[in-house]
């Protein structure tokens, strides 16, 4: 087996957690290959005895890989998909962050959670993602596309812009709003959850849009199927606005065309057998904790 590893921080006390990992893959044979960053972080932190093999870039990457551990929280998963890409390796999330709706491995069941993934107790949830292109050929960095949400939003000014929409081509509505999240079905429990947008099972087919503090005050969140194009054109005083591809922010000179569709890739997502995304809900939401009694 072979395996990859990824964190952008070296949390408070998650050293232990990160030498049982290690110990654990070591002691089943893995072949692990760490990020580069990552990796120095931990020699900072930790006096680690073997050497590892390192990556830098996701062009190191190949379909090689049976599984990719993200150490951290959710926002390290969305940095994790961009090295992963397209190749389709699972991905496994330990959260040593906080919330964690991606991250769903506790950092105290380590062993328990590896030994259940080297037993094969567990599934595969896919992911759509979101792909954006502009009419000014802004490649974002070669990172085109989002697992959470993709967003526009004002700069540099405390006034509304307006994001003029059309939906396949056919003019939805111009949101006067501090911006417009278009979110995936993993990102409804993120962004567009703060801004008031339902939540969605991770495997419906579907794409949401929901409005940042709109002030035409009947605009609510719309789910429309993720087969369709959305394209987006921005207006304000200013003569430029940001686009944010999950944590990654861009500028764009309003008037530019945004065009967003379901990536023709997907990313996926290791469940441990007796996980699931409701019960994930449960317990970070604390749904049916009654207190009166």
């Not at 950092?107 to 030994?115: F, G, L, Q, Y």
């Not at 008037?255 to 290791?270: C, H, S, Y």
């Amino acid at each position: 087996m072979k395996v990859g590893i990824y964190g952008q921080f070296y949390h408070k006390n998650s050293g232990q957690y990160i030498q049982e990992l290690l110990e654990l893959l070591d002691n089943e044979s893995v072949e692990v290959v760490i990020e580069k960053n990552f990796l120095n972080l931990i020699h900072e932190n930790e006096s680690i005895e073997k050497d590892y093999s390192y990556f830098s870039t996701f062009k190191e990457l190949d379909t090689s890989y049976d599984l990719f551990f993200s150490i951290g929280g959710d926002g390290t998963i969305l940095k994790t998909a961009t090295y992963v890409r397209d190749l389709g390796i699972p991905i496994v999330g330990i959260n040593t962050g906080r919330l964690g709706f991606l991250a769903t491995i506790k950092k105290e069941e380590i062993k328990t959670s590896i030994r259940q993934i080297f037993e094969g107790n567990y599934s595969v949830s896919k992911r759509s993602l979101l792909e954006v292109s502009s009419s000014c050929g802004k490649d974002f960095e070669g990172i085109n596309f989002a697992l959470n949400e993709i967003a526009v939003s004002r700069k540099n000014t405390t006034s509304m812009i307006t994001v003029h929409t059309k939906v396949n081509n056919e003019f939805l509505t111009s949101y006067w709003a501090d911006g417009l999240i278009i979110s995936t079905p993993t990102g409804s429990t993120g962004y567009s959850l703060s801004c008031g947008g339902p939540i969605i099972m991770p495997e419906t087919s579907s794409f949401l849009l929901t409005p940042i503090a709109p002030h035409n005050l009947n605009m609510r969140p719309l789910s429309i199927p993720n087969g369709y194009t959305i394209k987006l054109t921005i207006s304000g005083r200013e003569q430029e606005h940001l686009i944010s591809l999950d944590s990654r922010t861009y500028t764009l000179k309003n008037e530019t065309e945004i065009t967003l569709r379901k990536a023709p890739f997907e990313i996926n997502m290791v469940d441990l057998e007796g996980e699931s995304f409701l019960k994930t809900l449960r317990e970070k939401l604390l749904w049916g904790e009654d207190k009166r009694n």
